[in-house]
């Protein structure tokens, strides 16, 4: 299942206001540009903003999630008619042949679960066309990123039109291993009613990861470092031979 934050209906239509800054993904933007892809992939698309991005350069694009919410938020947007939008995952798909599949932000480490992982790697390598290649991100372990998940670093009020002020902050509820749990709280002024939003992210290292793509038969190209955060990202770019 989804977190709250992407499928209830009243928190997934403040996600994108309360996060308006998105320079995160002009890195893929850039690396779809370099690769020439004509058709796209979008795990894990959310509300659609990468998946319009991509479509806005007349790239063919497929955007696939679990969040019921956040997938009609990405339906209502200008220009949504340009995209493919699939609820689920990537075993809902049809059978594709794109140039680049990608999970941008947090999604490659929403993914917890081993099984479901192997099987995510496995429907994006299936998906695409020989030659095609796969872009994610994932924290860097090391950097223990965790740490500054507080309430005194988080704390946020935020005024979105049609919806008044919105309160928000991060507390951190858990650290197992390389599982990370977080609860993320809102508060509507207008009315007073409060959601929470429960969250886990698998640390993986590095290895880990080169690992799990080699034994679903990609080739690594390259592991870069996130331009929005240096040196506490990992940014792998794997090809499908």
């Known amino acids: 299942m989804a977190d709250e934050i992407f499928e209830h209906p009243r928190l997934a239509a403040i996600y994108d206001p309360l996060d308006p800054d998105r320079s995160d993904l ?4 850039n690396i779809a540009q370099q690769l020439d892809a004509r058709q796209v992939l979008d795990i894990g698309c959310g509300t659609g903003v990468f998946a319009l991005l991509l479509a806005d350069r007349g790239i ?14 990405a339906r209502s947007k200008p220009g949504s008619d340009r995209v493919r939008w699939t609820c689920g995952d990537t075993t809902a798909l049809p059978p594709l042949q794109v140039d680049l599949v990608t999970m941008t932000a947090n999604v490659a480490q929403e993914i917890v679960a081993p099984r479901t992982w192997q099987r995510t790697l496995k429907g994006a390598y299936e998906a695409l ?16 990123a965790w740490e500054m998940w507080n309430r005194t670093a988080s704390h946020r ?8 002020n919105v309160e928000r902050w ?14 993320w709280n809102y508060v509507f002024a207008a009315d007073g009613q409060q959601f929470t939003s429960h969250s886990t992210l698998r640390f993986r290292e590095r290895q880990e990861i ?5 034994a679903q038969g990609y080739v690594l190209q390259d592991v870069r470092d996130a331009p929005d955060r240096p040196g506490k990202e990992f ?4 090809q499908r031979p």
């Open 157 to 164: 009020v935020t005024e979105i039109p049609d919806v008044g």
């Open 60 to 73: 063919e694009v497929v955007g696939v999630d679990p969040a019921q919410a956040s997938i009609e938020v």
């Open 210 to 214: 080169e690992a799990d793509l080699m």
């Open 26 to 29: 002009h890195a893929y933007l």
């Open 235 to 238: 940014v792998f770019v794997a």
């Open 129 to 144: 066309r020989p030659g095609g290649h796969l872009v994610f991100e994932t924290r860097d372990p090391a950097k223990r």
């Open 170 to 183: 991060v507390e951190l509820v858990e650290v197992s291993g390389p599982l990370v749990t977080f609860r």
